[in-house]
């Protein structure tokens, strides 16, 4: 099993409409997790940290689910810029890195 | 402020060269990382240092890839006898410290091995 999971997609989204994703992690003593977005052929960049309470940035809210070891996203009324691979960071404790899943794709169509 | 910088930008070499990449991070940034990143395929981790700590070697493919970073500054990363299935994106990413903060990226080195 892979340490972190991600649906691959795409997720073919209507502009205007919801759309929510998981991420699964292996590793229960995991501590920090973080979603990042990348267009195609640029950078990760980060798109926000995930806090146990959850918490929301805009159209944008992100989940923990530490009994079911899981983060969640959900953009809300999607639109057509959010088009991108979202990936999913999990700290593991062992070693002390950052591990990436390998990204949900979302596109949004007029 | 000045974001990571990742020289050179494009590489293409003949297999078996040996070719060396760049990353200067963020000024301050203690953690540096390395991936990888093939066409349509999530980041790879090669190799990840933390301030004078020996650093986790644990993602490099081969003993051909080796990394080195001076201080908290600048970090070099080679690839010997390169092959075909080296080519890929070569990113690198620095942070404040260890892994609760934030990773910032460079824009990457995309090398093709012909």
Redesign the interface.
Known sequence: RKEVEQDPGPFNVPEGATVAFNCTYSNSASQSFFWYRQDCRKEPKLLMSVYSSGNEDGRFTAQLNRASQYISLLIRDSKLSDSATYLCVVNLPAGNKLTFGGGTRVLVKP | GAGVSQSPSNKVTEKGKDVELRCDPISGHTAL?W?RQSLG???E?LI?F?GNSAP?K?GLPSDRFSAERTGESVSTLTIQRTQQEDSAVY?CASSAQ???N??F????TRLTVL
């Open positions: 990382y991936y395929q999530g980041l981790f990840y933390q986790d644990s990113l260890a892994t609760y934030e990773q990226f460079g824009p990457g």
